[in-house]
């Protein structure tokens, strides 16, 4: 398997655009997560799936933030419109279950998003 | 509340000795412990766990870890570093009760010098 495929790598923006962050999760995992990660708050959960429903979104900053999951291999995550504290490094994450022997999870390699 | 505590922001270690890299833990339940590793510019990856049965876990690239319920910690070691090694290590937690919130530390810098 391929493992989490993200993308882009690299996302420069400008601030007031709409930017799409995708992921393609490993197949089988039920589960999909989405983190951004910064120095100043660590690695952070914005939102989770479970076959393809959004379980908890609480993470989730603000509405300008949302995120879909239209099929088991595939999500998105839009920001709209983008503004500078948006730019971080954005992980999407998967795992096959959350309890049990397979609950670790797969993290993709990240997309670092700069808003300027 | 849940919680992860990695003490140490930074360890710095002589290539060939052995490494520690601390984490202690707060749930209400049993817990569910993870090592992951991230190198600069990559996404984490998984290390190792413990979920129950031996608390002495064995993962990849030699690296061990050993669950202390008495001590609430699950400390990262391997016998042997290498320079490879130096990376960001982050433990995380998750309350057998809680269905999906892993709690993350924040993540111990490991230097490895030749």
């Known amino acids: 398997d391929a493992g989490v495929i993200q993308s882009p790598r690299h996302e420069v923006t400008e601030m007031g655009q709409e930017v799409t962050l995708r992921c393609k999760p490993i197949?089988?995992?039920?589960?999909l997560f989405w983190y951004r990660q910064t120095m100043m708050r660590g690695l952070e959960l914005l939102i989770y799936f479970n076959n393809n429903v959004p379980i908890d979104d609480s993470g989730m900053p603000e509405d300008r933030f949302s995120a879909k999951m239209p099929n088991a291999s595939f999500s998105t995550l839009k920001i709209q419109p983008s503004e500078p504290r948006d730019s971080a490094v954005y992980f999407c994450a998967s795992s096959r279950a959350t309890g049990g022997e397979n609950t670790e999870a797969f993290f993709g390699q990240g997309t670092r998003l700069t808003v300027v | 509340a849940q919680s992860v505590a990695q003490p140490e922001d930074q360890v710095n270690v002589a290539e060939g000795n052995p490494l520690t890299v601390k984490c202690t833990y707060s749930v209400s339940g049993n817990p569910y412990l993870f090592w992951y590793v991230q190198y600069p510019n990559r996404g984490l990856q998984f290390l190792l766990k413990?979920?129950?049965?031996d608390n002495l876990v064995k993962g990849s690239y030699g690296f061990e870890a050993e669950f202390n319920k008495s001590q609430t910690s699950f400390h990262l070691k391997k016998p042997s570093a290498l320079v490879s090694d130096s990376a960001l290590y982050f433990c995380a937690v998750r309350d057998m009760n809680s269905y999906y919130q892993l709690i993350w530390g924040a993540g111990t810098k490991l230097i490895i010098k030749p």
């Open positions: 197949s089988g995992h039920d589960y």
């Open positions: 413990y979920i129950t049965g």
